[in-house]
């Protein structure tokens, strides 16, 4: 059973749902964001998406987008993620997912990926442009080293293609809440319960809900009908705000807190 399973079947027990916040590795530096998972666990974080910078985000809209260049103008890779987790796991039992999209992935190129993930202290793997169809190798990798791998269901999901998302997910399965790429909303489609629903359908596994999760009335909205809410691009944005300010980690753990006041 992996942190993430551990996680969930905790807040289960205590009737209460998850909170997963989004932070881009390397924004601004790998120092500051070994700050800010440690100052977000104590914030009350239930699991962190750990993002891997890529050049070409073609999931993430601007704020991340901006993150993500941040990031690389100092050559971030996964191979300069790893130690953060590493470090962070002398201190921290905060299940962590490495949030990515292939190609870093593959540039990492190392066969043993799995066991070097897990040896760090990483959780589970969410790729972004991975599709089922083409991920039966990179499951079976990363399962055999006893970690999860999380996939995204869509608005636009068939059944069959639910079922199928199902079957390839553990840990918990990502909706995302709208079509589009990652970005602040006012809003949370109504439509989001239904898919919730039809996705409860397929798998007993947890649902969390993002894209465009942004206000402390959307993670109560979602936490109504699904198992977590991820915010992302709201706490990328204060990272934003206060860079090269000696209160940044202080400042985006303050908002974690308003976001989640039960």
Do not use: C
């Not at 987790?85 to 066969?111: C, K, T």
């Not at 039966?136 to 791998?149: K, M, P, S, Y």
């Amino acid at each position: 059973m992996t942190r993430i399973t551990r996680k969930f079947e905790l807040l289960r027990h205590e009737a209460r749902k998850a909170f997963i916040p989004y932070i881009t590795a390397g924004d601004p530096d790998l120092k500051t964001t070994e700050d800010l998972i440690l100052a977000l666990d104590e914030a009350g974080a239930d699991v962190i998406e750990l993002g891997v910078p890529f050049s070409d985000p073609m999931a993430d809209g601007p704020v991340i987008q901006r993150a993500s260049e941040r990031a690389l103008k100092n050559r971030i890779g996964v191979a300069d993620i790893l130690p953060i987790v590493e470090r962070v796991r002398r201190s921290s039992d905060v299940p962590i997912l490495l949030f990515s999209y292939f190609n870093p992935l593959l540039q990492f190129a190392r066969e043993d990926l799995g066991l070097r993930l897990k040896e760090v202290g990483v959780d589970g793997v969410l790729v972004t442009d991975l599709i089922p169809e083409e991920a039966t190798d990179f499951v079976a990798e990363i399962r055999q080293a006893g970690l999860d791998t999380v996939f995204l269901v869509a608005p636009t999901s068939t059944d069959d293609r639910i079922k199928l998302i199902a079957e390839y997910s553990s840990g918990f399965i990502y909706l995302v809440a709208r079509t589009g790429v990652t970005g602040l909303r006012e809003n949370i489609s109504a439509e989001v319960r239904s898919i919730v629903e039809r996705v409860r359908r397929y798998s007993p596994l947890p649902i969390a809900v993002g894209f465009g999760i942004s206000k402390p009335e959307h993670i109560r909205e979602v936490w109504s009908y699904a198992d977590g809410a991820v915010v992302g691009s709201r706490l990328v944005l204060e990272i934003e705000k206060n860079l090269g300010s000696p209160l940044l980690v202080e400042s985006v753990a303050r908002l974690a807190r308003e976001l989640i006041e039960r």
